[in-house]
């Protein structure tokens, strides 16, 4: 006998053996089961009713990738509303029914669980029917932070607490806004490592990473780099080349003289332009929704030939990363976007959250962006160790390290023109004093005296005329303050300084000056043929805007690129700029290099003779005058 077909609203409402047998036992993929048994609800979002996933059709691809077994990380990176979190809880009561195996989901903070639980996937649970006919009926298993069901348990965890992270074995991790979450969890690891280790006994064990990124050092953007990095690719309406849709000047088009953002938005003015035929696609809502339904995601160094086959890496990586920017949200236009960016571009902390929020992407100050680009431009015809004709004065910056001592010579001209002379190591301060002295008439040199105190403090005593040394800071109220290090019998400070040098400003002033044109002032050229170790050096660091949590603030700061290596001749290049500073080139004067000293002929030989001797007659008739006395 056949029992009839149960819709999954009775089905809640049948004894649990009738629930067995009424069930078939097909395993179905995430976005299939969404479609079929999950329902929003309206309390917390905007379209209730049954799941749809072709309203967003690039989620589908995630889903997948989270069902399938040769998958064991899914990474989302992305901007802020585009059903990330439906996304997840779709996956987690997936699991509950298809493969239930303890589970843990993690937030950044404890009132993060207690919104989450009881606002979001208690009530996700009693809308969706297959899944509230595997709950229990005892209240002790309906906890805030831990769900028995019939079959599995989930359990909710917050960022900063090792014991709801380490204390139990699990097959399925989900770490949400990861972002937000602390660098160490009390005395131990960080976060994610910590709860990652649970999953080591589970062969099918599965890991959900999803965040909206902040700054290039946070977790996301580092999780996001060890997978593949898919981007969703849609076909033009126009030529039917598929591209993926991103954010620029050339990309997204508003009308010439377009700038109030309420006006783009209420009359939809931007379109979105083909990279391949260059014709602007209509800002309406059909022709988007078409596009994304034919969208395919491509990981990086991957891409859809015209007629329309995919190219590139294997698409089974076991790690497996998405990125999903406002320009594919089915909630938001072109002009939305845009109109965003012309409401945040003049606000450094609202156009930060522009490129976070709204581009999913990690924030790096542009404005002092340090590349290698910029440096090969200002690359010169002049030889190392030439100095070129226009340089008036040298000065040197060194960084002191614990085995070697780092240097750079740098020449100065007219408005603060600047070369790169030459650069190098060595060992001891005696080598030191001869390239820097007794090889080149270094005007000045700045000297760390971070290492090696003792005898820095002894170089520039000997060499007091020509070397000072230096400490850098962060931030400083002037670029430059000194500090008096020695004192007197009586008390009195006087002797040897300390130059306490903005390392902040002149990061700011060197990194400007790269990027004006050559010959320029204040521009910056290089010798022919700078060596790769010297430019990685030189763009080791970059400048981001980090936020301060405990007080919500914001301030620029510069640091090391994720995976540099050293920075000690982008630090000798600060010491060498600040030493101008300390001996005034800005106060350089002049329109043209002086002209070069002639051969002496014969003739001019003769001129000089003259010259002098009328010079000495001129002389002699003042000193007889001023030696007569006034007539009475």
């Known amino acids: 006998m056949t029992l009839p077909e149960v819709s999954p609203w009775a089905l809640a409402n049948l004894p649990a053996k009738i629930r067995q047998a009424a069930t078939p036992d097909v395993r179905m993929n995430p976005p299939d089961w969404a479609d079929s048994f999950r329902h929003l609800d309206p309390m917390n979002c905007a379209l209730p009713g049954p799941w749809r996933t072709d309203f967003a059709p690039f989620i589908r691809g995630i889903m997948e990738a989270y069902g399938d077994d040769g998958c064991e990380d899914v990474v989302m990176m992305g901007s802020t509303q585009w059903g990330k979190t439906e996304l997840m809880i779709n996956c987690l009561l997936w699991t509950v029914d298809q493969q239930p195996m303890p589970t843990l989901f993690v937030l950044p903070t404890e009132a993060d669980v207690v919104s989450f ?64 979450y602390p660098a160490f969890t009390g005395k131990e690891a960080d976060p994610i490592s910590l709860a990652t280790e649970r999953l080591r006994w589970w062969r099918n064990s599965r ?61 939809k003015l931007a379109t979105y332009v083909c990279e391949h035929c260059k014709v602007p696609i209509a800002d309406e809502p059909e022709v988007k929704s078409a596009m994304l339904l034919r969208g395919i995601w491509v990981p990086e160094g991957g891409r859809i030939t015209p007629s329309g086959n995919y190219k590139g890496p294997a698409l089974d990586s076991v790690s497996r990363g998405f990125h999903v920017n406002a320009l594919y949200s089915p909630m938001l236009s072109f002009s939305d976007v845009a109109a965003q960016f ?59 390290q614990k085995d070697f001592l780092y240097w750079e010579v740098w020449g100065w001209g007219v408005g603060e023109r600047a070369a790169l002379i ?17 090889l080149r008439p270094v005007r000045l040199a700045a000297i760390d005296s971070g ?42 400070a006087g002797g040897l300084m300390l130059w306490h040098v903005d390392t902040t400003y002149f990061k700011d002033k060197l990194v400007r000056c790269r990027h004006a044109d050559i010959g320029a002032p204040g521009s910056v050229s ?47 290049s600060v010491y060498a700029y600040a030493a101008g500073d300390m001996l005034g080139v800005y106060l350089i004067r002049g329109t043209e290099p002086e002209p070069r000293a002639r051969p002496v002929t014969d003739s001019m030989e003769a001129e000089i003779r003259d010259a002098k ?16 006395r006034p007539e009475e």
């Open 117 to 180: 639980g009881n606002r979001r996937l208690k009530v996700a649970v009693e809308y969706s029917p297959k899944i509230r006919a595997h709950r229990t009926a005892w209240k002790a298993d309906w906890k805030v932070d831990e769900l028995a069901f019939s079959n599995m348990v989930l359990y909710l965890g917050w960022s900063n607490s090792a014991s709801k992270l380490s204390s139990r074995s699990i097959g399925r991790l989900f770490l949400d806004e990861v972002d937000k």
């Open 207 to 267: 890991r959900v990473i999803a965040s909206t990124p902040t700054t290039t050092d946070g977790y996301i953007w580092v999780e996001w780099n060890k997978s593949d990095r898919r981007w969703y690719w849609v076909p033009c309406p126009h030529c039917s080349r598929f591209q993926r849709l991103y954010f620029s000047r050339e990309t997204v088009v508003v009308p010439s003289g377009a700038r109030d953002p309420k006006e783009i938005r209420a009359k």
């Open 342 to 400: 012309f409401e945040a571009k003049d606000d450094l902390r609202a156009y930060m959250n522009f490129v976070n929020s709204w581009l999913g992407w990690p924030w790096i100050e542009k404005s002092e962006e340090n590349n290698v680009e910029a440096l090969l431009a200002r690359v010169t015809e002049y030889e190392r160790n030439i100095v070129p004709e226009w340089v008036v004065c040298l000065t040197a910056g060194v960084d002191v």
């Open 422 to 438: 030459d650069f190098g190591r060595c060992e001891r301060f005696e080598e030191l004093e001869h390239q820097l002295f007794d």
């Open 451 to 492: 290492y090696r105190t003792d005898e820095v403090y002894r170089f520039v005593e000997r060499n007091s005329d020509r070397a000072r040394a230096v400490k850098g800071n962060q931030s400083l109220a002037t670029p430059l303050r000194t500090t008096k290090l020695q004192r007197d019998y009586q008390g009195r």
């Open 526 to 572: 290089i010798f022919r043929d700078p060596p790769e170790e010297w430019l990685k050096q030189q763009t080791s660091e970059h400048k981001v805007l980090v936020r301060n949590r405990a007080n919500r603030t914001m301030r620029e700061t510069w640091t090391k690129r994720p995976g540099a290596g050293g920075n000690h001749w982008w630090d000798c």
């Open 613 to 628: 001797r009328h010079i000495r007659k001129v002389r002699k008739n003042w000193i007889r005058k001023r030696g007569q």
